[in-house]
C-alpha cells in the first residue's frame, strides 16, 4: 500500500494562481517515515529537506544522484533518525524563539510582529511542558502565534489581547486554518480578484474620507506616508469597505495593514521611527505592489493549509482584567519585555488603518488598560498600580538603585509597576489551571542606567509567592544591552502543586525570613549544644552550626525531599536532612571526616556494635606494637609528639586500635560507629580524653600529668551515649561516598532538590592541620600530611576558583529544574568566595542571593586562631 504527501512550492504555480505541489510517495517500505511527517506543514517539510523553492530541490537531487521523490524521503529520514522531529534538543535553534524562525511558515508571516517566536517554537513547549493539554492559553497573545499553533494540534488556543488590530489578525489567521476544502479555493481566488482590482487605476474609487479625519485628528500634522501612497491607502480602504463577504474582507485587511509600513516614511528598528537620510535613499516600497504581494501570500496560505479540527476562542482583552474560573489547562506565552517598547505606539498606524483611532487620546486608553512596559506607558492612570500587592525586597533595592541613576523618573516607576502589574496577571491562573498544570514564559532581562533588573528572577519570586513551583529555567538566547551588558532570554516553567501545598511557604519568604530573623542567632538555636545529640559524636574544627544547617534544609529541601553535601565534613548538614525524613546524600574526602559523617548517617544496631567493640578488645588486648610501627608514629610532629599526649600504656592500646581500623577497611556502619566514638575521645580537656589535657577541636601541646586512662573503658561509655541518642520517627539514613568531590560523582545521586554545602573557607584554618591527630589515626603517615593535601580543595583554590567549576557542572545536571545550589562560604579582605564562585558559576546556574552575615560577635571555642573571616556569605544560586 502506498501513501501519499503533498509539499507545495511557490514557483510550481502561475501567477495569481493556486498553488500546485510535489507529491511525494510512500511505499510499504517506508510507512514509519510516512507516519512520522504526515502531520508536518509544507512549511516544515520544505525546511526538513531544506530547499525553499522547486528549483532548490531539482539543484540539490541532481547533486546526489537522486530523483526528487527518492532525495526527499532521504532527507526526511536523516532528520527523523537523528531525532529532530521529537522533543529531545528542543531550544537548540536560537532562531526558533525569534518571530524570524517562523518566516517561511503559514500564517505565521502574514504580520512581521517582531516581538513574537516561532509556531516551532510553541510546538516544542508545548510537546515538552504541555503534552496532552487541551485548552492552552495566551494572556499576552500579540499575532496569535500561540493559540494558532494550539489550534493546528487540534486543541483549543484561547488568547487575549488589549490590542484590537492583534485580535483581528489572530481572527483571521483562525479563519484560515478552519475553512473547509470546499470554501479554500473560492477565498483565495476572491482575495486574488481584489489584487487585480487594486492593480487597476485607482482614480475611479473614491478615497475612505472618514479614515482621512481619523488621520488628522490623532496624528495632526505627520505626514508617515507620500502623498501618493497616502492617496493609495484611502482608495484601497475605500474598496475594502465594499466587499460585502465579511471573512474575505477580514482576510484582505490583513494584506493591506502588512503593506502599510513598508509604504511609508516609517520603519521598524525595535520601535517605529522615521527613516533617516540614508534610509531614505533606499527608497519605499509602493503600497499597491505590497498589498498585491500580500494578497498573493494570504491567498497561498489558504490554499496549502488543511482544515483544522482545532478551535482559536477570545476570553477576555486585558490580562489584567482576566478571572479565570477554569477551564485551562496551561498558559504558554510571551509577556511584553520590560524594554521600553510602546507596543502600541509600534502599531499605532495599522490601529489607525483598522479604524481603531479616531483622535489622540485613543492610544493612551489602550496604553492604560495594558502592562507597563514601557516609559510611556507611565501615565497617572496607571500611578496607583505601583503600589501593588507585590512586595519583594530584591525589587525594592533595583527600584532604589534605578532611582538614583534614572536620567527620568518615570523608569523605577515602569519597573515597579511592570512587577505589580505581571503579578496581577498571574493570580488568577493559579485557581484555573488544574493540578500539575503548567505555565510557560518567555521572557527577558533588562537593564536601566547601568543597573540589571533581573526581570526572569523577580518573575519566578512572584510565581513561587502565588503557589506555583519552579519546574524549569532554560536560557534560551544570550542578548546584549545596549550599554554592553550580557543579557540573557530564558524560558520559565511554573507548575501548580498539588492539593495541601498550595498554601505553602515559598522558598523565597522563607529565605526572606531567615535573613531577617538569623534564627541560629535567637536565645534556644543560638546555643552551643543545639540540635540532635548526635551532632556531637566528634568535635571537630570548622564545623557549621547544626542550628544553620536545620535553617537552610528547612528552607531549600523540606520534609520528604532531597539533597547532597559534597563538603560533608562531619555530615552536619546531610544529618539534619535525614533527620527530617529527606533523602539525604553527601561526599568527604577526608578519611577521619568521612568515618564521622558515616556514622551519623547511618543507624547501626547494639549487637552490630557490641560485636565491632568485643573484636577490637581482644585485638588491642593481644596486639604487640613493632618498633617501625612506634618510630613512624614519632615522626608525625606538629605541637608535640605523639607520644607527648598518653601514657605509654594508652599510647600502646591507641597504636592497637588504629592498627585494627586499618585492617578492618569495611564500610559497615557499626565500624564507623566506634571509629568516630574513638576520634572524639583521643584528645581534649574533659575527663573522657585519652590525651594529657589539651583541646577538643584541635590538638595543641599537652599540659598536666601522664595518666593511663583505658582506651576500651571511655570508648565504650562514649559508645553507649550515642546509641542512645534519639534520632526521631522521620530520621532516613543517608548514603556517603569516600572521595573527592571534584571527581565525577555516583549514579545515585540524580533529580535532587538541593546541593547544600559549606566548602573550606579561603582564608582559614586548614582543615588538615586541625585535625591532623585525628587524620593520623585515620592511616596517615608523615609523607602523607605532605602529599594528600594538595588534593583537598582548601589548598587547591588557592590556585584559582576554577577548582570548583566540576561541583558546579555536576550539582546543575543532578539538580531538578529549579533546584537550589546553596553556598556557605567564608569573607574576608583578601578575598570575597561568593563573588569568585559566582563567576564560575554563571554558565550554569543564577544567583538567586548573595548574602553576609558578620561573624565578629562569634565566640573562638577557646582556639587560639580561627583565620581572617570577618563574615560568613551565603550564595544561593538556582537552576
Same mark, same amino acid.
Given at each position: 500500500?502506498?501513501?501519499?504527501?503533498?509539499?507545495?512550492?511557490?514557483?510550481?504555480?502561475?501567477?495569481?494562481?493556486?498553488?500546485?505541489?510535489?507529491?511525494?510517495?510512500?511505499?510499504?517500505?517506508?510507512?514509519?517515515?510516512?507516519?512520522?511527517?504526515?502531520?508536518?506543514?509544507?512549511?516544515?517539510?520544505?525546511?526538513?529537506?531544506?530547499?525553499?523553492?522547486?528549483?532548490?530541490?531539482?539543484?540539490?537531487?541532481?547533486?546526489?544522484?537522486?530523483?526528487?521523490?527518492?532525495?526527499?524521503?532521504?532527507?526526511?529520514?536523516?532528520?527523523?533518525?537523528?531525532?529532530?522531529?521529537?522533543?529531545?534538543?528542543?531550544?537548540?535553534?536560537?532562531?526558533?524563539?525569534?518571530?524570524?524562525?517562523?518566516?517561511?511558515?503559514?500564517?505565521?508571516?502574514?504580520?512581521?510582529?517582531?516581538?513574537?517566536?516561532?509556531?516551532?517554537?510553541?510546538?516544542?513547549?508545548?510537546?515538552?511542558?504541555?503534552?496532552?493539554?487541551?485548552?492552552?492559553?495566551?494572556?499576552?497573545?500579540?499575532?496569535?502565534?500561540?493559540?494558532?499553533?494550539?489550534? =493546528?494540534?487540534?486543541?483549543?488556543?484561547?488568547?487575549?489581547?488589549?490590542?484590537?488590530?492583534?485580535?483581528?489578525?489572530?481572527?483571521?489567521?483562525?479563519?484560515?486554518?478552519?475553512?473547509?476544502?470546499?470554501?479554500?479555493?473560492?477565498?483565495?481566488?476572491?482575495?486574488?480578484?481584489?489584487?487585480?482590482? %487594486?492593480?487597476?487605476?485607482?482614480?475611479?474609487?473614491?478615497?475612505?474620507?472618514?479614515?482621512?479625519?481619523?488621520?488628522? !485628528?490623532?496624528?495632526?500634522?505627520?505626514?508617515?506616508?507620500?502623498?501618493?501612497?497616502?492617496?493609495?491607502?484611502?482608495?484601497?480602504?475605500?474598496?475594502?469597505?465594499?466587499?460585502?463577504?465579511?471573512?474575505?474582507?477580514?482576510?484582505?485587511?490583513?494584506?493591506?495593514?502588512?503593506?502599510?509600513?513598508?509604504?511609508?516614511?516609517?520603519?521598524?528598528?525595535?520601535?517605529?521611527?522615521?527613516?533617516?537620510?540614508?534610509?531614505?535613499?533606499?527608497?519605499?516600497?509602493?503600497?499597491?505592489?505590497?498589498?498585491?504581494?500580500?494578497?498573493?501570500?494570504? %491567498?497561498?496560505?489558504?490554499?496549502?493549509?488543511?482544515?483544522?479540527?482545532?478551535?482559536?476562542?477570545?476570553?477576555?482583552?486585558?490580562?489584567?482584567?482576566?478571572?479565570?474560573?477554569?477551564?485551562?489547562?496551561?498558559?504558554?506565552?510571551?509577556?511584553?519585555?520590560?524594554?521600553?517598547?510602546?507596543?502600541?505606539?509600534?502599531?499605532?498606524?495599522?490601529?489607525?488603518?483598522?479604524?481603531?483611532?479616531?483622535?489622540?487620546?485613543?492610544?493612551?486608553?489602550?496604553?492604560?488598560?495594558?502592562?507597563?512596559?514601557?516609559?510611556?506607558?507611565?501615565?497617572?492612570?496607571?500611578?496607583?498600580?505601583?503600589?501593588?500587592?507585590?512586595?519583594?525586597?530584591?525589587?525594592?533595592?533595583?527600584?532604589?538603585?534605578?532611582?538614583?541613576? !534614572?536620567?527620568?523618573?518615570?523608569?523605577?516607576?515602569?519597573?515597579?509597576?511592570?512587577?505589580?502589574?505581571?503579578?496581577?496577571?498571574?493570580?488568577?491562573?493559579?485557581? !484555573?489551571?488544574?493540578?500539575?498544570?503548567?505555565?510557560?514564559?518567555?521572557?527577558?532581562?533588562?537593564?536601566?542606567?547601568?543597573?540589571?533588573?533581573?526581570?526572569?528572577?523577580?518573575?519566578?519570586?512572584?510565581?513561587?509567592?502565588?503557589?506555583?513551583?519552579?519546574?524549569?529555567?532554560?536560557?534560551?538566547?544570550?542578548?546584549?544591552?545596549?550599554?554592553?551588558?550580557?543579557?540573557?532570554?530564558?524560558?520559565?516553567?511554573?507548575?501548580?502543586?498539588?492539593?495541601?501545598?498550595?498554601?505553602?511557604?515559598?522558598?523565597?519568604?522563607?529565605?526572606?525570613?531567615?535573613?531577617?530573623?538569623?534564627?541560629?542567632?535567637?536565645?534556644?538555636?543560638?546555643?552551643?549544644?543545639? =540540635?540532635?545529640?548526635?551532632?556531637?559524636?566528634?568535635?571537630?574544627? =570548622?564545623?557549621?552550626?547544626?542550628?544553620?544547617?536545620?535553617?537552610?534544609?528547612?528552607?531549600?529541601?523540606?520534609?520528604?525531599?532531597?539533597?547532597?553535601?559534597?563538603?560533608?565534613?562531619?555530615?552536619?548538614?546531610?544529618?539534619?536532612?535525614?533527620?527530617?525524613?529527606?533523602?539525604?546524600?553527601?561526599?568527604?574526602?577526608?578519611?577521619?571526616?568521612?568515618?564521622?559523617?558515616?556514622?551519623?548517617?547511618?543507624?547501626?544496631?547494639?549487637?552490630?556494635?557490641?560485636?565491632?567493640?568485643?573484636?577490637?578488645?581482644?585485638?588491642?588486648?593481644?596486639?604487640?606494637?613493632?618498633?617501625?610501627?612506634?618510630?613512624?608514629?614519632?615522626?608525625?610532629?606538629?605541637?608535640?609528639?605523639?607520644?607527648?599526649?598518653?601514657?605509654?600504656?594508652?599510647?600502646?592500646?591507641?597504636?592497637?586500635?588504629?592498627?585494627?581500623?586499618?585492617?578492618?577497611?569495611?564500610?559497615?556502619?557499626?565500624?564507623?560507629?566506634?571509629? !568516630?566514638?574513638?576520634?572524639?575521645?583521643?584528645?581534649?580537656?574533659?575527663?573522657? %580524653?585519652?590525651?594529657?589535657?589539651?583541646?577538643?577541636?584541635?590538638?595543641?601541646?599537652?599540659?598536666?600529668?601522664?595518666?593511663?586512662?583505658?582506651?576500651?573503658?571511655?570508648?565504650?561509655?562514649?559508645?553507649?551515649?550515642?546509641?542512645?541518642?534519639?534520632?526521631?520517627?522521620?530520621?532516613?539514613?543517608?548514603?556517603?561516598?569516600?572521595?573527592?568531590?571534584?571527581?565525577?560523582?555516583?549514579?545515585?545521586?540524580?533529580?535532587?532538590?538541593?546541593?547544600?554545602?559549606?566548602?573550606?573557607?579561603?582564608?582559614?584554618?586548614?582543615?588538615?592541620?586541625?585535625?591532623?591527630?585525628?587524620?593520623?589515626?585515620?592511616?596517615?603517615?608523615?609523607?602523607?600530611?605532605?602529599?594528600?593535601?594538595?588534593?583537598?580543595?582548601?589548598?587547591?583554590?588557592?590556585?584559582?576558583?576554577?577548582?570548583?567549576?566540576?561541583?558546579?557542572?555536576?550539582?546543575?545536571?543532578?539538580?531538578?529544574?529549579?533546584?537550589?545550589?546553596?553556598?556557605?562560604?567564608?569573607?574576608?579582605?583578601?578575598?570575597?568566595?561568593?563573588?569568585?564562585?559566582?563567576?564560575?558559576?554563571?554558565?550554569?546556574?543564577?544567583?538567586?542571593?548573595?548574602?553576609?552575615?558578620?561573624?565578629?560577635?562569634?565566640?573562638?571555642?577557646?582556639?587560639?586562631?580561627?583565620?581572617?573571616?570577618?563574615?560568613?556569605?551565603?550564595?544561593?544560586?538556582?537552576?
Amino acid at each position: 500500500m502506498q501513501h501519499h504527501k503533498t509539499i507545495y512550492f511557490s514557483d510550481l504555480a502561475g501567477k495569481h494562481q493556486g498553488r500546485r505541489g510535489l507529491t511525494v510517495a510512500f511505499g510499504p517500505d517506508d510507512v514509519d517515515l510516512f507516519q512520522s511527517i504526515e502531520h508536518l506543514s509544507s512549511a516544515r517539510l520544505r525546511k526538513l529537506i531544506g530547499a525553499d523553492s522547486f528549483k532548490e530541490l531539482e539543484q540539490a537531487a541532481q547533486i546526489a544522484s537522486l530523483n526528487v521523490n527518492h532525495f526527499c524521503k532521504v532527507r526526511l529520514n536523516e532528520h527523523v533518525a537523528s531525532g529532530l522531529l521529537t522533543d529531545e534538543g528542543a531550544f537548540k535553534d536560537q532562531l526558533q524563539v525569534t518571530f524570524a524562525g517562523g518566516r517561511h511558515d503559514p500564517l505565521h508571516n502574514w504580520f512581521p510582529y517582531l516581538e513574537g517566536y516561532s509556531p516551532d517554537f510553541v510546538w516544542e513547549v508545548y510537546s515538552r511542558y504541555c503534552d496532552g493539554a487541551e485548552r492552552v492559553l495566551d494572556p499576552f497573545a500579540g499575532s496569535g502565534t500561540t493559540p494558532i499553533t494550539i489550534m =493546528g494540534l487540534g486543541k483549543t488556543g484561547l488568547f487575549s489581547d488589549v490590542s484590537p488590530f492583534c485580535v483581528h489578525v489572530i481572527r483571521a489567521k483562525a479563519l484560515a486554518r478552519t475553512l473547509s476544502h470546499a470554501k479554500r479555493p473560492e477565498y483565495a481566488e476572491k482575495l486574488m480578484d481584489l489584487a487585480m482590482i %487594486a492593480s487597476r487605476p485607482l482614480h475611479t474609487y473614491p478615497r475612505d474620507e472618514r479614515l482621512d479625519v481619523a488621520y488628522r !485628528a490623532t496624528f495632526g500634522t505627520s505626514e508617515f506616508f507620500s502623498a501618493e501612497q497616502y492617496d493609495k491607502i484611502l482608495r484601497v480602504r475605500s474598496i475594502l469597505n465594499n466587499v460585502e463577504n465579511a471573512e474575505i474582507r477580514e482576510l484582505a485587511e490583513v494584506a493591506a495593514i502588512r503593506s502599510l509600513i513598508p509604504s511609508s516614511r516609517l520603519i521598524r528598528r525595535g520601535d517605529l521611527r522615521f527613516k533617516t537620510p540614508s534610509e531614505e535613499k533606499r527608497g519605499t516600497t509602493d503600497f499597491i505592489e505590497t498589498f498585491v504581494a500580500s494578497l498573493e501570500i494570504v %491567498a497561498n496560505d489558504i490554499q496549502e493549509l488543511s482544515p483544522s479540527s482545532g478551535t482559536v476562542l477570545q476570553v477576555g482583552m486585558s490580562a489584567l482584567d482576566n478571572q479565570y474560573t477554569g477551564g485551562l489547562d496551561a498558559i504558554i506565552t510571551s509577556p511584553p519585555y520590560l524594554n521600553g517598547t510602546n507596543y502600541f505606539r509600534n502599531t499605532k498606524v495599522e490601529l489607525w488603518f483598522l479604524g481603531h483611532l479616531t483622535s489622540k487620546v485613543d492610544l493612551s486608553a489602550f496604553r492604560d488598560q495594558a502592562i507597563t512596559a514601557g516609559i510611556n506607558d507611565v501615565t497617572k492612570a496607571k500611578s496607583k498600580r505601583r503600589d501593588g500587592k507585590f512586595e519583594s525586597e530584591n525589587l525594592n533595592l533595583i527600584v532604589d538603585e534605578i532611582t538614583e541613576c !534614572a536620567y527620568d523618573q518615570r523608569i523605577p516607576a515602569m519597573v515597579r509597576t511592570y512587577f505589580n502589574d505581571m503579578h496581577e496577571a498571574l493570580r488568577p491562573a493559579l485557581s !484555573a489551571l488544574p493540578e500539575h498544570g503548567r505555565v510557560c514564559i518567555d521572557i527577558g532581562d533588562s537593564v536601566y542606567g547601568g543597573v540589571h533588573v533581573p526581570t526572569d528572577q523577580l518573575i519566578v519570586e512572584i510565581g513561587e509567592r502565588l503557589g506555583f513551583d519552579l519546574k524549569d529555567d532554560i536560557t534560551l538566547r544570550e542578548r546584549m544591552s545596549r550599554s554592553g551588558q550580557k543579557l540573557r532570554q530564558s524560558l520559565l516553567v511554573l507548575e501548580k502543586p498539588s492539593k495541601g501545598r498550595v498554601e505553602r511557604i515559598s522558598t523565597r519568604s522563607k529565605w526572606q525570613s531567615f535573613k531577617t530573623s538569623l534564627p541560629h542567632r535567637e536565645p534556644g538555636m543560638a546555643a552551643r549544644n543545639w =540540635g540532635n545529640k548526635l551532632h556531637s559524636l566528634c568535635s571537630y574544627q =570548622g564545623k557549621l552550626k547544626p542550628a544553620i544547617a536545620s535553617s537552610l534544609v528547612d528552607i531549600f529541601v523540606g520534609d520528604g525531599g532531597s539533597m547532597l553535601d559534597p563538603f560533608s565534613g562531619v555530615g552536619t548538614i546531610p544529618f539534619e536532612a535525614s533527620l527530617r525524613g529527606a533523602t539525604a546524600f553527601a561526599l568527604e574526602i577526608s578519611p577521619s571526616a568521612y568515618r564521622i559523617s558515616h556514622a551519623k548517617l547511618t543507624r547501626p544496631t547494639r549487637s552490630e556494635v557490641d560485636k565491632v567493640l568485643e573484636l577490637l578488645e581482644e585485638f588491642v588486648s593481644s596486639y604487640q606494637t613493632s618498633d617501625e610501627e612506634i618510630q613512624r608514629a614519632l615522626e608525625i610532629r606538629f605541637n608535640k609528639k605523639l607520644d607527648d599526649y598518653f601514657h605509654p600504656d594508652t599510647f600502646h592500646e591507641i597504636l592497637a586500635a588504629r592498627k585494627f581500623m586499618m585492617l578492618n577497611t569495611s564500610h559497615s556502619p557499626a565500624l564507623s560507629m566506634v571509629h !568516630a566514638a574513638l576520634q572524639h575521645i583521643l584528645h581534649g580537656n574533659r575527663p573522657y %580524653a585519652l590525651s594529657r589535657r589539651s583541646h577538643p577541636l584541635t590538638p595543641y601541646a599537652p599540659t598536666g600529668p601522664f595518666e593511663y586512662r583505658s582506651l576500651m573503658e571511655r570508648l565504650r561509655t562514649k559508645v553507649t551515649r550515642s546509641l542512645e541518642v534519639d534520632l526521631g520517627e522521620h530520621f532516613q539514613e543517608g548514603h556517603i561516598w569516600q572521595m573527592d568531590s571534584t571527581d565525577p560523582w555516583p549514579e545515585e545521586i540524580a533529580n535532587i532538590d538541593a546541593v547544600i554545602t559549606s566548602p573550606p573557607f579561603f582564608d582559614s584554618t586548614r582543615f588538615y592541620l586541625g585535625n591532623w591527630m585525628r587524620l593520623w589515626f585515620s592511616g596517615w603517615e608523615a609523607e602523607d600530611f605532605k602529599l594528600q593535601p594538595q588534593k583537598f580543595i582548601d589548598e587547591r583554590q588557592k590556585l584559582g576558583f576554577e577548582v570548583y567549576e566540576p561541583i558546579i557542572r555536576q550539582s546543575r545536571e543532578r539538580l531538578k529544574p529549579g533546584g537550589f545550589l546553596v553556598l556557605h562560604l567564608g569573607e574576608s579582605k583578601k578575598c570575597d568566595m561568593a563573588d569568585e564562585i559566582s563567576k564560575v558559576a554563571r554558565p550554569f546556574f543564577r544567583t538567586f542571593d548573595v548574602f553576609s552575615e558578620s561573624v565578629e560577635h562569634c565566640e573562638k571555642h577557646g582556639l587560639r586562631d580561627k583565620g581572617t573571616v570577618t563574615a560568613h556569605q551565603y550564595l544561593v544560586l538556582q537552576s
